[in-house]
């Protein structure tokens, strides 16, 4: 199913939007739209991989989250060593 599309406007320098139309008239991108939709998802994608990164450091001070976490990690042991084709002791 295709996503839905909303039109916006943007302001851009001018510069960056000759850049982008060189790039769909040589055939870089398959047009401006879409070349800026990419850079738009890398963008996002570059943000919500900063956001986990800083979520994770503030859960690593949470001792409550690093407690389940440990538990967690014990209850698994004997699954994962079984899985690294390792016995348990």
Known sequence: MA?????????LPVDLVEKY???AQNNYIPSV??????ALEEYAAKIEKE???IEMMQAAQDPLFMQDLAE???????SDLEVMGRETE
């Open 3 to 11: 996503a839905k599309l909303k039109n916006v406007t943007f302001s």
């Open 21 to 23: 139309k060189a790039y």
């Open 33 to 38: 739209n879409a070349g800026v939709r990419e």
């Open 51 to 53: 956001k986990l990164k």
């Open 72 to 78: 967690s990690m014990r209850a698994f042991e004997s």
